[in-house]
């Protein structure tokens, strides 16, 4: 199967099978509006997740799995950064096992599993995960990602993350868009729905901005410039309401969505824990004392 790419703020998508291909449902039914509060939650907090078919990945998903519930810390591959329209030119499968031979380390493999058994499985999941970015954004927010490589003035980056069982995340706001996918394992989260912080107030400074003239920062950020931003969001931001938390388990292959300004609060369980794969801007704005109400 492969997919084709058109503008990402077409009207409509194709699917290609072969010689033959089919137009999909105008991008308006597919994403409803995002301007209201409610209807965004209803978005980005469904019970019924966008899937990724995982269904193929057998053969060495117990090796996988096993090495991810011994590790006793969050690892984390080296981030790739995107690029202008890198994105629709890249393999996100090809990422997903370069990462993986990066962070696997197991006392009883001397090799790296395979995580993705054939070529036509690879295809499949490119073909999936792009599906799913289509799927998860407005145009706006496509046009951004597909064209600069970033999000509300954040650069984004498509990262390997290995969490062990009972681990958590700070609370956090979003400065940029996420989607994050289960490989192994399960992932949770608690979210408040409906209340979303105002993405001007998430976006960089003017002199913190990629490509302007008084700039130093770099499209591909290192960890202290993140820090820098963190830290300078952090101060800016308040939460003075009374939020209500959800929570809800991710499964291998389902997508997990967080929009600019949603706050949430990822975590695994004692049963497993997880490798994930997610688009993001290695930037997550946790709130100082005092500063989340309740």
């Not at 949770?188 to 001007?200: C, G, N, V, Y």
């Not at 009374?242 to 929009?259: C, I, K």
């Amino acid at each position: 199967r492969r997919f084709m790419m058109q503008a990402p703020w077409a009207q409509a998508r194709t699917k290609c099978y072969g010689a033959s291909s089919i137009t999909l449902d105008n991008r308006a039914n597919l994403i409803p509006p995002v301007h209201d509060a409610s209807t965004r939650s209803e978005l980005f907090f469904s019970k019924d997740s966008t899937n990724i078919d995982l269904s193929y990945v057998v053969d060495n998903q117990a090796e996988i799995m096993e090495w991810v519930d011994t590790i006793t810390a969050v690892k984390r591959s080296t981030p790739y950064w995107l690029e202008g329209d890198a994105i629709t030119s890249i393999s996100p499968s090809d990422i997903v096992q370069r990462q993986l031979e990066e962070i696997f380390t197991s006392e009883s493999s001397a090799q790296v599993p395979q995580f993705f058994p054939s070529y036509q499985a690879r295809k499949q999941f490119d073909d999936e995960w792009r599906e799913c970015l289509f799927a998860s954004f407005d145009d706006v927010t496509l046009k951004e990602i597909l064209t600069n490589g970033q999000s509300n003035t954040h650069p984004l980056r498509l990262q390997l993350v290995a969490c062990p069982k009972n681990a958590d995340f700070s609370l956090h706001a979003h400065a940029a868009v996420e989607m994050a996918i289960p490989l192994i394992g399960s992932l949770k989260e608690k979210r408040i729905a409906k209340k979303f912080l105002p993405s001007d107030l998430l976006r960089r400074r003017g002199d913190q901005l990629i490509g302007t003239p008084k700039s130093t920062f770099s499209a591909k950020p290192s960890v202290d410039e993140l820090k820098i931003i963190a830290n300078d969001l952090a101060e800016k931001v308040f939460f003075e309401h009374d939020g209500n938390f959800h929570t809800r388990g991710l499964d291998r292959g389902q997508v997990l969505v967080n929009e600019v300004g949603s706050i949430h609060q990822s975590f695994t369980g004692p049963e497993h824990g997880c490798l994930f794969f997610g688009l993001a801007a290695s930037l997550h704005v946790h709130f100082l004392p005092g500063h989340f109400k309740q």
